[in-house]
């Protein structure tokens, strides 16, 4: 997932996104705890993916309240 890719989108599906990534980040959390991780860079992934999304969402609101 890119920035390009997601500037596309709408903000609803924006916050879709963050929210399935929210999900991701607490079962990848969930796996490594109970030692069922295969691979642990996924965590990092997930974490900042969700990160880019609500960069695009604090670009969108700045540029909606201009």
């Given at each position: 997932?890119?920035?390009?890719?997601?500037?596309?989108?709408?903000?609803?599906?924006?916050?879709?996104?963050?929210?399935?990534?929210?999900k991701e980040s607490?079962n990848l959390r969930?796996?490594?705890?109970?030692?069922?991780?295969?691979?642990?860079?996924?965590?990092?992934?997930?974490?900042?993916?969700?990160?880019?999304?609500?960069t695009i969402l604090?670009?969108?609101?700045?540029?909606?309240?201009?």
């Amino acid at each position: 997932m890119n920035a390009n890719e997601l500037r596309e989108k709408t903000l609803d599906q924006l916050r879709e996104e963050l929210a399935n990534l929210k999900k991701e980040s607490f079962n990848l959390r969930f796996q490594q705890a109970t030692g069922q991780m295969e691979n642990p860079a996924l965590i990092r992934e997930a974490r900042r993916n969700a990160a880019r999304v609500k960069t695009i969402l604090n670009e969108k609101a700045k540029s909606a309240a201009e």
